[in-house]
């Protein structure tokens, strides 16, 4: 896109990077679609992100006043390492996505993704530059391109945009899956003798999974990666889904906890809400479901009987029962109460006849006549019939 100069800001006494585009004879409409890019460049504020300061022209050269970073682009590092280990790479896709995101939300598209534009500065973290710029360069009206000119790296160019579309923010997000791809294997995933080859391999060639070419890699980091690279834009995670992928440690194929269980409720005792509906003949105590439902037992809160008036102490006291045995806690005094009554009963007959029946010795004492009668004996009131025929029987003996 141009030439990148170390300067020095005489107004704040800093260190800057100016980069000065290429091209030439900017007209009014250029200047004016790059004062917009610049400063839609300039509201992005993220510690991935290279900071714009200023823009303006110079000598018919547009220029931008940057953040200066202190360190070597990812280019840089491929140059001098073959590959990067998985660690690493995990980390850097992880910030670079974190960086593509802030733009992506204020709807900025970077265009150009590739290791050159990848800066690490002293600390090791990633800084991605020249937002913004890309779109700017590509458009015909700013005569810095030639017509039918794709702005972009045949190498890390994605489907969409070999095929002549309108570059989105998922054409970012297959960028920096080659830009991985290369990082893990030391070469890009589609490479050929010409760019025009190179474009075609991005739109009909699958990639090849990195395992299969001999890189220790996590399963799961093999196949995100390959998401990264889908041919159609739609199939692709988002920026912020990538960043969060990566910075929760998921490319370690790491199983994922198991949810805590919850036991349910029995069939039988269907929950009701505790402040909704009525309360019913016993009302569930509002505790959670795991302290309701413990070895069977339901923990209820005993209704107040009608004229009784509980004691303020026992009202939040819950009371434990088996869910099953209410109707049988009901017939329990019923059936104590029959029984007790019953017992009671037989002793009082018992007892009756024991103090009311007649002295039957009597009539068996010697010496003693029994009274003459002038006619058939009838029985005594509170003597049975029987006892008169066994009298007369013995007056015949």
Not at 171 to 200: N, W
Request: charged content about 20%; glycine content about 8%; aromatic content about 6%.
């Amino acid at each position: 896109m141009g030439e990148v100069w170390r300067a020095a800001d005489e107004v704040l006494g800093r260190a800057v990077a100016v980069k000065l585009l290429l091209g030439g004879h900017a007209d009014e409409s250029a200047t004016a679609r790059f004062r917009l890019e610049a400063q839609t460049a300039a509201r992005l504020s993220h510690p991935h992100l290279v900071a714009v300061f200023d823009f303006g022209a110079w000598e018919d050269r547009f220029y931008l006043v940057m953040e200066l970073v202190e360190g070597r682009s990812l280019g840089d590092l491929l140059a001098t390492e073959e590959r990067l280990g998985a660690e690493q790479v995990a980390r850097i896709a992880g910030q670079a996505a974190a960086g593509l995101a802030a733009a992506h939300r204020q709807g900025i598209v970077h265009r150009d993704i590739k290791p050159g534009n990848l800066m690490l500065d002293a600390e090791g973290a990633v800084k991605i530059g020249d937002f913004g710029i890309a779109q700017f360069v590509d458009d015909p009206s700013a005569a810095l391109t030639t017509t039918g000119q794709i702005v972009g790296t045949s190498l890390y160019l994605a489907p969409e945009r070999a095929l002549g579309r309108t570059a989105g923010a998922a054409s970012d997000m297959y960028s920096l899956g080659c830009v991985i791809y290369q990082l893990l294997l030391g070469e890009p995933p589609f490479r050929s003798d010409t760019a025009t080859a190179t474009l075609y391999q991005h739109v009909d060639t699958a990639p090849v999974p990195l395992r299969q070419r001999g890189v220790a890699l996590s399963p799961a980091f093999d196949s995100y990666l390959l998401g990264l690279l889908a041919k159609q834009p739609e199939n692709r995670p988002s920026a912020e889904q990538v960043a969060d992928w990566f910075q929760n440690d998921a490319w370690r194929g790491q199983a994922a906890p198991m949810p805590m269980y919850a036991p349910t409720a029995p069939p039988a005792a269907p929950s009701v809400p505790y402040a909704s509906a009525p309360a019913p003949a016993f009302r569930p105590s509002p505790t959670p479901a795991s302290a309701q439902q413990a070895d069977g037992m339901t923990t209820y809160r005993l209704p107040q009987a009608g004229g009784h008036r509980r004691r303020p102490a026992d009202r939040s006291a819950p009371v434990r029962r088996r869910t099953g045995a209410r109707e049988a806690i009901r017939r329990r005094p019923r059936v104590a109460s029959a029984i007790a009554g019953t017992v009671a009963f037989l002793a009082a007959v018992y007892l009756g006849m024991s103090l009311f029946s007649p002295d039957s010795g009597s009539a068996d004492t010697p010496g003693t006549e029994p009274p003459a009668s002038t006619g058939p004996q009838s029985p005594a009131p509170d003597q049975p019939a029987q006892n008169s025929e066994d009298d007369g029987d013995d007056e015949q003996d």
